[in-house]
């Protein structure tokens, strides 16, 4: 691909600032990608945000990517977006596979990361700290055949058929509602006793 | 709990205030006296996945206070086939028909959307002809999705009629779209470089004649519910939210602008030559419920006016790009020579190698801003491909804008949102 674009200005701004919390940076198909340290990330983002010159008001996308090659890092991306400058600029940061695949979660920046994210932690097993409610979204509450969107797991799922259908046909209440939902008001009495117990038990060890 | 909600006098609405627009009419929030607290517990009610007002598999689990909606918890999934999994074992040109089923309401956008991405990722020009065809396929998808959602949400607040009319047009643009591409629901009418095939004869010409009718259905709509006091009680003040909750929350298309921020992506990063149109883009200013009706009706008909300049504009000529790499050779010659038909056979089993890179390109579908993400390793199947789903981004606001108003307004909330869970789940 012939890269004639200029690279964003953000990135300079960002070298300035921050120096070595921000890595390597291109523009790749006239877009300009940068990486950042996982652990400085949660402030650059904010600045971006904040920042007079910078103003990236509204997060298009978060997502991860895996690649074939086993050896490169599990990659964050975060898309960004000034309104006001009408600017688009893409944000990665690396997670190698050794490490743990955790990042600062963005919801207190943007509140539309908060799907994007959860969806990212159910699909790839991405945790984001801090996140109000990191549940698996597109997978049911109970589901643990894994990561789908990871390149280990095969297309057809981990268990057999007939596993699957024996989880499906013995999944209790708690793979259709969320801990918080089963205590809400008088409906946490009118379940069944075992379930409740259960319930109370696992609620402790419940923070994932 | 006790609160209730009066509306002053709908039917009795003026219509219009001093300055010709429709008169909001006023909800007025107060203790009903007289009325004892029964109980003061909160109910846990679930909603679906299988319930007509959910529009497609979604389920929300709403705890209540009275009638007062306290808390609502969408689940989604019910419809997840792993469309981005699949994409990374197929070649780019079988991620098409996949795109159709996401969402299946504007299926020619997202084909187009997703031929784009793959275009730009290889460095390919697609011709003139292609360009404004696909620009034609880009706003029938628009209105035909825009259509449902008049048609299934005033059938959410009551209104059947509009159900009927709204189904009926649709079906005149599904026989448009059958002639075309021989589907009528999962049209996979792009091709990566080009189309699948080009409009039939007469086609333009039947197009244009539609065109000239459509309008007034529009404007027997309105004529139902612009100014109908149900509607405006409905509608009006309901599921509000503010500019800066709207970029806050990521919400994008009809959502946004019935919000008042003016961002298209046709306008703001234009394909497909957008820029080189005139249409303008409808803004609201309350960001309810009422405002997207607004917003979305008057999109149909910017839409229409796209339509007739590109069918003016139409230039005669190949609707595939001159690039053997990606474009299969003609039928005839594959049957009788033996390069093509070795050039046909590796392009079909092998593939289409792309470049080493990534693009991230968005396109204004009827829900919003769809973006698809396609990193390449330079084989033959993408690393990943990833939707951006307008849908899912937009009905992830759903609690924000429904807590706080009766259970009856969640349905209209919901209904306004346009959603499609085949976009959402994905």
Not at chain 1, 13 to 36: I, K, N, Q
Not at chain 2, 17 to 27: E, F, H, N, V, Y
Not at chain 2, 198 to 203: A, K, M
Not at chain 2, 293 to 314: G, N, P
């Amino acid at each position: 691909m012939s890269d004639a674009a200029p690279e964003n200005p953000s990135v300079a701004g960002l070298r300035a600032r921050f120096g070595a919390a921000v890595g390597p940076s291109a523009v790749v198909a006239g877009a300009t990608v940068v990486h950042l340290a996982v652990d400085r990330a949660h402030e650059i983002l904010a600045w971006l945000r904040d920042a007079p010159e910078e103003r990236y008001d509204y997060l298009v996308d978060v997502t991860a990517v895996e690649y074939r090659d086993r050896e490169r890092p599990l990659e964050v991306v975060y898309q960004l977006r000034s309104l006001a400058r009408n600017a688009m600029l893409r944000i990665k940061i690396d997670l190698p596979k050794g490490g743990p695949l955790e990042v600062d979660s963005v919801v207190d920046l943007w509140h539309g990361a908060d799907w994007l994210e959860r969806e990212t932690y159910d699909m790839f097993g991405v945790r984001f700290r801090g996140h109000p409610d990191l549940r698996r979204i597109l997978m049911w509450e109970t589901y643990s055949e894994g990561y789908p969107l990871r390149k280990d797991f095969p297309l057809r799922g981990r268990f057999s058929r007939s596993e699957q259908v024996r989880r499906a046909l013995g999944a209790g209440l708690d793979a259709h509602y969320s801990m918080e939902e089963l205590t809400i008001a008088d409906a946490y009495d009118s379940l069944p006793a075992d379930v409740r117990e259960r319930l109370a038990s696992e609620r402790g060890g419940a923070e994932r | 709990m006790a609160e209730r909600r009066v509306v002053e006098m709908a039917l009795a609405t003026p219509g219009v205030d001093a300055a010709g627009r429709p008169a909001r009419i006023p909800l007025v929030a107060q203790a009903s006296p007289g009325e004892p607290d029964l109980k003061t517990d909160h109910m846990l009610i679930n909603i679906g996945p299988q319930h007509p007002a959910t529009h497609g598999v979604l389920r929300l689990v709403v705890e209540l206070d009275g009638e007062v909606v306290v808390r609502v918890i969408p689940h989604i999934g019910y419809l997840h086939s792993g469309f981005e999994k699949l994409g990374e074992y197929r070649h780019y040109n079988q991620i098409i028909p996949l795109t159709d089923r996401t969402d299946y309401l504007s299926a020619p956008a997202n084909n187009v959307a997703f031929a784009l991405a793959a275009e730009r990722l290889m460095g390919i020009e697609i011709t003139e002809r292609c360009t404004v065809l696909r620009v034609i396929a880009c706003e029938l998808s628009r209105i035909i999705s825009h259509l449902v959602w008049a048609g299934t949400t005033a059938i959410d607040i009551g209104a059947f009629t509009v159900f009927l009319w709204m189904f009926q047009e649709r079906e005149r643009v599904y026989n448009l779209i059958e002639e075309w591409t021989g589907a009528r629901l999962t049209t996979t009418l792009t091709r990566v470089g080009g189309l699948m095939a080009d409009v039939p004869e007469g086609w333009t010409g039947r197009l244009r004649e539609w065109c000239a009718k459509f309008p007034k259905t529009l404007d027997e709509v309105d004529r139902m519910l612009l100014r109908n006091g149900i509607w405006l009680g409905r509608t009006q003040d309901v599921g509000v939210m503010t500019a800066a909750e709207a970029i806050d929350y990521s919400l994008s298309g009809p959502m946004l602008r019935a919000s008042g921020v003016a961002f298209d992506v046709r306008k703001d990063h234009p394909y497909l030559g957008y820029d080189s149109y005139d249409f303008e883009v409808p803004v609201g200013e309350h960001g309810d419920v009422y405002d997207r009706y607004l917003v979305r009706m008057e999109e149909m008909r910017q839409s229409v006016r796209i339509l007739l300049q590109a069918l003016d504009r139409l230039p005669d000529g190949p609707i595939n790009a001159a690039d053997p790499r990606v474009i299969l050779p003609p039928k005839q010659r594959l049957m009788s020579d033996m390069e093509s038909m070795i050039h046909h056979f590796k392009q079909v089993m092998e593939g289409v190698p792309a470049p080493v890179g990534e693009v991230y390109v968005p396109v204004e579908n009827p829900k919003g801003e769809l973006g698809t993400y396609l990193v390449s390793d330079g084989s033959a199947k993408p690393v990943r491909w990833r939707i951006r789903p307008p849908s899912f981004l937009n009905i992830a606001a759903l609690p924000k804008m429904a807590e706080g108003h009766l259970l009856s307004d969640l349905i209209a909330i919901n209904a306004s949102v346009d959603i499609v869970m085949g976009e959402i789940d994905r």
